[in-house]
């Protein structure tokens, strides 16, 4: 498609909009649930989440619905629908149904967990983040089977709804390793990103992945006079600041040993639709940085470009000797730089992990102890080909059902696009109608209910021309 107008055709629009009304009242009643899984005492919440997902899956018409229920993993649904014909692809949607905290309450306009409309917008704590966007999906099924007149989707849909996701996904591996067969798939349909901006509907197709690691310097025994003996011995602190210093170059490249070795870029389709996408810097900065003045980083890269493409290393904190009042005068005996990565296809975590052991060693001076601790095996990176045909056929649903070519879009952030991958052996694409300022894990969390509705139209779109493009 060149043209940036494209023709929505009539049917599977129609059918969303004749469930609208059904849609938001059930996705209102579903955000009064309170599923905060990183806090216990609402652990009873994400239960009562999972049986009224369950509950409105089975009133929906879906033939096989379950809570699997693992403690100490939180409940997760999973639903089938198989298609007529048994040579269908199946495709797994991933969503999670679990939300953030609240905190703080007194900064929301409207009660978390009210489900309040004004005009377009639905607020509420998961109107956006996740089970605006499941809820889309359950409708864009609806929508697709009054579109069609079928009694079954085109392809097997399966549903897959973590109940653990803000809180990191712990047990998503497990569930993936025990429910095997259930979750078997020829593609994965992941459904937690948003689009760029309301006026240019996006297409996502990866995200970063990330390590995390702890470097500590390690010096003496204990912390030392600074008159006595500083001067006359290493300082463990001087030394992480000088390996902190040359962690990046002058072009703000990542001076680990080979850590571009393996770096993918993106097609330049894509670069240019990164660039084709509408960004104020201003307001970039205003909305997501924080209030930070400038924008900052590697060379040669665009800000959008910085943030979804491109690895990074991040200082996260860093720690050593005497912070407390006033002043004591000592060389510390420790201290210790907390580190992040960001990585893009297709670094492997435990490779840059080689390379930061080799270069934190080619940093520590004489008389210092260096101590790499990992967290975790790190987060791969994921990005599908935007040439394959699933890909193919999600921008089209997208873009017929915005009314315009959508453009593609990565996101910065990690997630369990990348493990679903790797465990399922299938691509990932994503499909997303929220908005980056939906304000997801802040105070007055939003949807914008027009573009949900898009979003479910997609979806239908999706599920009818599948079949076509993957035979
Ligand atoms: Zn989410």
């Known amino acids: 498609m060149t043209a940036d107008r494209v023709d929505p055709g009539p049917s599977e629009r129609a059918a969303v909009a004749a469930l609208a009304d059904e849609f938001l009242k059930s996705l209102r009643e579903w955000i009064t649930i309170p599923s905060i899984s990183t806090d216990p005492a609402h652990h009873g919440d994400v239960a009562a989440s999972a049986r009224w997902l369950a509950d409105a899956l089975r009133a929906d018409g879906w033939p096989e619905v379950a809570v699997w229920d693992h403690g100490p993993a939180l409940p997760a649904v999973y639903a089938c629908w198989p298609a007529d014909d048994p040579a269908a692809p199946t495709v797994l949607v991933y969503g999670h149904h679990d939300v953030q905290p ?11 967990f009210a489900g ?10 998961g109107a956006s983040d996740d089970k605006g966007q499941v809820a889309m999906q359950m409708l864009g099924v609806r ?30 591996a497990d569930l993936l390793d ?109 909305a997501n940085a924080g209030g930070a003045r400038a924008v900052a980083g590697e060379a040669g890269w665009s800000t959008l470009e910085r943030v979804w493409v491109r690895p990074t290393a991040e200082v996260n904190g860093i720690s050593g000797g005497y912070t407390g009042p006033g002043l004591k005068t000592i060389v510390p005996r420790e201290a210790s730089v907390k580190l992040s990565f960001r990585l893009v296809p297709n670094q492997v975590p435990a490779a ?11 940093h520590t ?25 699933a890909a193919v056929a999600v921008h089209v649903a997208v873009s017929e059902a915005f009314g315009q070519r959508a453009r593609y879009s990565r996101t910065g952030g990690s997630g369990p696009a990348a493990v679903l991958h790797a465990t399922l ?33 997609a979806a239908a779109r999706l599920w009818r021309s599948l079949p076509e493009r993957l035979s």
């Open 102 to 112: 609240v905190d703080p309450p007194e900064a929301w306009e409207h009660p978390p």
């Open 116 to 125: 309040v409309v004004v005009g377009e917008e639905l607020f509420g704590r």
């Open 143 to 172: 929508a697709h089977l009054a579109a069609t007149g079928a009694r079954a989707p085109a392809v097997t849909l399966k549903f897959f709804v973590e109940g653990e996701e803000e809180s990191g996904s712990p047990h998503l």
């Open 178 to 286: 025990r429910h095997a067969a259930d979750l078997a798939c020829d593609l994965v349909v992941f459904t937690d990103t948003p689009l760029h901006a309301r006026d240019a509907p996006t297409v996502n197709t990866g995200q970063r992945g990330v390590l995390g690691a702890e470097v500590t310097f390690t010096g003496g025994a204990s912390d030392v006079h600074s008159g006595r003996v500083g001067g006359g011995v290493p300082n463990p602190a001087t030394a992480l600041a000088r390996l902190v210093a040359a962690l990046h170059d002058d072009d703000g490249r990542v001076r680990l040993p080979g850590f571009y070795a393996d770096v993918a870029e993106p097609t330049a389709a894509e670069r240019a639709d990164y660039a084709a996408l509408p960004f104020d810097e201003a307001d970039w900065l205003a």
């Open 352 to 362: 840059v992990a080689d390379g930061l052991r080799e270069f934190v060693a080619a």
């Open 365 to 389: 001076p004489d008389g210092i102890t260096a101590r790499v601790a990992l967290r975790g095996d790190g987060t791969p990176p994921y990005a599908v080909d935007v040439a394959h045909p």
């Open 425 to 457: 052996g299938v691509p990932v694409v994503y499909l997303g109608a929220t908005l980056p300022d939906d304000r997801i894990h802040a105070p007055n969390e939003r949807v914008v209910l027009p573009l949900l509705l898009r979003g479910a139209e």
